[in-house]
Structures are given as C-alpha cells and as structure tokens.
C-alpha cells in the first residue's frame, strides 16, 4: 500500500514538473504560480481541516510545517536560478542528488532496517535518476560560482526537507496539521518573494496554479502516507524518480527524442525499485 502512495506522489510530483516546464516556456513567473498553488493548497486542506475538525494543532506543528513549506519553495526558487547561471541539464542532475540527504538520514537517525539488496535497489534508482535528466552539450556557458551556490542551497534546501517529514511522522504529527502549516508558511514566504521580484502578473498563472495545487496536495497526502507505513529510504528513492514522468511526458507531449542511456535510464530505475521490493 505505501509503495502504491509514493508512486502516486512520484507521478503527481512529475506532473508538477511537467507543468514548470511547459508553463517557463511559455514566460509565466514561477513565483507566481507557487504562490497561487500554495494559496489554493492552503484552502482546500484548511477548509477539510475545518469540516472534520482539526486536533493538536500546536507551535511546534505550526513552526515544523512552515519551515517545510519554505525549505520547499526556496529549493525550487534556488533551482530555477541554477538553471539561469549553468547548464540546465547537468543542474537537475547534481540537484536529484539531494535524496541521498534524507535517505542517509533514515538509516542514521532514525536506524532503519535495509537490506543489501534493497541498498543496490536503491542505488540503481539514484543512479538512474542522475543518468536520466543528464543531456551533455558542446555548447556550456557556466558561471561557475554563483551556479554552484545555487546548486548547494537548492541540495541543502530539499534534502533538509525530506529529514523534517520523516521527523514529523516520528513525531505523530497528524499529517493535515502539517499540510496547513506547510502551505500557509510556504504562501507567506512566497508572498514576500513577490514583492521582492517585480513579475508581471498574469490571469493564466492563477488557473495553473490552483492545477497544481490540487495535484501537491495528492502528492503530499500520499507522501506523508508512505513515510509512516514504509520504509523512508525507498519512499525517497521512489519519489525522487519523478523525473521519469517528466522525461516520459516530455517524449508523449512535447515530442522529445529519448536518448539511448535515458531510455537504459528508465529501465534500471524500474529494476531498482523491484529489488527495494524483496
């Protein structure tokens, strides 16, 4: 059942990206539209929270969830100014790498039990997440400074992410509680980031965002589900395989060639998942 839940958030995560990618084409504010799924996020698990009544709402809930949501937002923000200073797609393949961080973690902190052959599962799948987003180019423009700070704050920012929902469902938090404190804390961040980059708003944001929206909250559901009924280090891996959505939608919609070593890719993330099964 856990590894149907992050499944799920693997593909509504990968939709999500789908969605960036296409909406970036298009010249709409990522900021904007973040700030509208969020908002949108907020009120339907805000309103479902209201309905069957929200329990044990407390500080540390409140502060834990908004500092997810936050962690979140920034790691996206950092990434696509990574994208703006190097090569977009060596940057999404040192960035995927930030799932090491909380997989390391679950088996450091919080002592989970994994197998060998669950590890090489697990190793397959980061390798084939890395190998899948890489295209080489001849032609690299890199300012190599500030594109790697960026890398290393998007790392930092998602990778901290994935210990604190782990550490919230050690901690028995309810996961709707964290859902409404991640969105509101996310929101407001992205709220102040709005008046800081002056965007040109635009009324197309608004109905992609409430998309999105909806579709994190699916994804987020199913995140927290997995990671209290399974074991976090392949829920990690799995959801960090979202990139196959995109690469996959990519070649459907977008009509995009798939390489040789991606379409290799695919089929070595799908043999490490089936060992992280055993």
């Not at 973040?34 to 929270?49: E, K, M, N, R, S």
């Not at 709707?176 to 944001?205: D, P, R």
């Not at 994190?216 to 960090?240: E, H, M």
């Amino acid at each position: 059942m856990w590894i149907g839940a992050a499944l799920s958030t693997m593909f509504c995560f990968g939709t999500n990206n789908m969605i960036f990618k296409w909406s970036t084409a298009k010249g709409y504010s990522k900021i904007h539209i973040q700030l509208y799924f969020y908002l949108f996020a907020f009120l339907i698990t805000a309103t479902y929270g209201l309905f069957v009544r929200i329990h044990h709402m407390n500080l540390a809930t409140i502060l834990l969830g908004a500092l997810i949501g936050i962690l979140n937002t920034n790691g996206n923000i950092q990434m696509s100014k990574a994208f703006e200073k190097g090569p977009a797609s060596i940057t999404s393949s040192l960035i995927s790498l930030n799932t090491i961080i909380p997989i390391l973690s679950a088996a450091l902190i919080f002592h989970e039990h994994i197998t060998v052959l669950q590890w090489t599962g697990i190793f397959i799948m980061l390798c084939s997440a890395v190998a899948i987003q890489y295209k080489p180019s001849s032609d690299i423009h890199v300012e190599y400074l500030p594109w790697m700070m960026r890398i290393c704050f998007a790392i930092l920012s998602l990778g901290i992410l994935g210990i604190l929902m782990k550490t919230s469902t050690y901690m028995h938090i309810v996961p709707l509680n964290m859902l409404i404190a991640m969105y509101g804390g996310g929101a407001v961040y992205l709220l102040a980031n709005s008046f800081l980059v002056h965007e040109k708003w635009q009324q197309s944001e608004l109905k992609i965002g409430a998309v999105v929206g909806l579709l994190s909250v699916i994804a987020y559901s199913c995140y927290f589900f997995a990671l209290q009924k399974g074991v976090a280090s392949i829920v990690f891996s799995i959801v960090s395989l979202s990139c196959l959505v995109v690469v996959c939608g990519s070649s459907l919609i977008f009509h995009e060639k798939l390489k040789m070593y991606q379409i290799l890719g695919v089929i070595t993330a799908l043999l490490g998942m089936i060992c992280t099964k055993f």
